[in-house]
T-cell receptor, first 112, second 113 residues
Framework: DADVTQTPRNRITKTGKRIMLECSQTKGHDRMYWYRQDPGLGLQLIYYSFDVKDINKGEISDGYSVSRQAQAKFSLSLESAIPNQTALYFC???????????FGPGTRLTVL | GENVEQHPSTLSVQEGDSAVIKCTYSDSASNYFPWYKQELGKRPQLIIDIRSNVGEKKDQRIAVTLNKTAKHFSLHITETQPEDSAVYFCAASPGGSNYKLTFGKGTLLTVNP
């Protein structure tokens, strides 16, 4: 679904580095989400935002921060990356009814 | 908060057989139950969903059933094909203004030709 894009698609970084993952959408949705996927653990919610002024922590927010720069943009930051943050990260959006979520293509992050 | 348990974690079937994946949830306020399919290397995509006011919903070869009393719901795939091979996730949500999904851990379905 090209309406939700993520950059970069792959990133290798070192322990202690700051890294930002970006998500953009052209679906006009108010709600945006960041998930982390680890093998066998499903999709875990990191942060979510219901509009530009509304940011909420999810299940696993420690070590992460977010910024909602505009309705269409939602960024996830790792202030000081650590190896156990190595995972596949997905951004998703939904409309204000909040039912169907549309996922971006994912960013594979490796922290050495 | 909500907790969603999904079983089995892996499932292998022969082409043409049926596959069933089951989920249980803990929050009686949950009223929306989607299923997502994630093919290898791809993003999760919604394949079917059900809301608490119905007990069953079908879409061609896939169906979802919901038992609110027992707090469980299931995905049924009939006449499986190799292209059904993927990871399937169930999820639950209370809906409303604080809507967010809680996902199960996923089921890897393999359909053998």
């Amino acid at each position: 679904d090209a309406d939700v894009t993520q950059t970069p698609r792959n990133r290798i970084t070192k322990t202690g580095k700051r890294i930002m993952l970006e998500c953009s959408q052209t679906k006009g949705h108010d709600r945006m989400y960041w998930y982390r996927q680890d093998p066998g653990l499903g999709l875990q919610l990191i942060y979510y935002s219901f509009d530009v002024k509304d940011i909420n922590k999810g299940e696993i927010s420690d070590g992460y921060s977010v910024s909602r720069q505009a309705q269409a943009k939602f960024s996830l930051s790792l202030e000081s990356a650590i190896p156990n943050q190595t995972a596949l990260y997905f951004c998703a959006t939904s409309d204000s009814m909040g039912y169907t979520q549309y996922f971006g293509p994912g960013t594979r992050l490796t922290v050495l | 908060g909500e907790n969603v348990e999904q079983h089995p974690s892996t499932l292998s079937v022969q082409e043409g057989d049926s596959a069933v994946i089951k989920c249980t949830y803990s929050d009686s306020a949950s009223n929306y139950f989607p299923w997502y399919k994630q093919e290898l290397g791809k993003r999760p995509q919604l394949i079917i969903d059900i809301r608490s006011n119905v007990g069953e919903k079908k879409d061609q070869r896939i169906a979802v059933t919901l038992n609110k009393t027992a707090k469980h719901f299931s995905l049924h795939i009939t006449e499986t094909q190799p292209e059904d091979s993927a990871v399937y996730f169930c999820a639950a949500s209370p809906g409303g203004s604080n809507y967010k999904l809680t996902f199960g851990k996923g089921t890897l379905l393999t359909v053998n030709p």
